[in-house]
């Protein structure tokens, strides 16, 4: 028999695996990670070590058992429209069907969003001919929310293209706003019920700071870079996200799933490695947060493991921040 996976360290250790989206399906814990690979290839701001060419689906029974590892659940060579680089994936499940949203960049060298369908939670899953029409940049987050409606979020800077969507159409050489102007902020768009494309085109989301105003680009230990992720709590929805170059994931709230979003702190300090990458889960009457860091490989960027922890709210619904190593 394994042993239970403890907090703050790795899941599993015979594959290196990063920017976890967990939920709960079946009473069981899944989660939906990048799978890292080892490879001697060049790293840069262009995110080019991040060639990344399959999914595996992860689940424990609970915090107390071992972490299963379902096997390869998509793989690249099986989805028609996509490249390479199979970046931060999520899942959602409504009518009576498993969806796996996941970014790839095109025969273009553009990175979209596609959905791939399976009848389990851990696959196999079976992806769409093409990629989400008017879907762009990474890191798809998908929100169930009560009421049935489905949103996704996403986007990320620099590897992940955002700045070049400004005008609404892919500028190659476009670059981020001027540092005292508004960061851009993550999209959100709402799905059609069959839960296979958007309902209308995308629209960028504000996040601002206590006083209403919108956070600058120049505001690097607060302003979006990627990794978005909205879960709700107490009536609010917490939108958290990577704040890339300080890499501190942090969270505004909001009584609205498309904000704005006002800024509230830290959820985790930097960890080991260049990115930090996470989903927020409810299992049972507590709440975790699933991250990555480079520990395992010895801080190597490109090779990271998925982790866990408990996270704790203060009576006025903030967040306790984490520090993953004390
Ligand atoms: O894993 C590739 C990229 O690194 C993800 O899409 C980002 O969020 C960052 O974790």
Redesign the pocket.
Known sequence: MEKPVRPNEPLVTHIFT??PSAHVYDGKIYIYP?H?LDHNGPDNDN?DQ?A?EDYHVLSLDDFNSPCVDHGEALHLRDIPWASQQL??PDAAYKNNTYYLYF?ARDKEGIFRIGVATSSSPAGPFTPQENYIPGSFS??PAVLVDDDNRAYMYFG?LW??QLEKWQTGTFKPDAEGPALDAPALGPQFAELTDDMLSFKSAPQEISIVDEDGNPLLAGDEDRRYF??PWVHKYNGYYYLSY?TGTTHTLVYAISKNPQGPYVFKGKILTPVIGW???HSIVQFQDKWYLFY?DSSLSGGVNHKRSVKYTELHYNPDGTIQTIDPYK
Request: hydrophobic content about 25%; aromatic content about 10%; cysteine-free.
């Open positions: 990063a920017d990048s890292d995110g991040y990344m970046w931060a970014p990474i890191d990320g590897g992940g990627e990794g990577s990115t930090t990458h990555h």
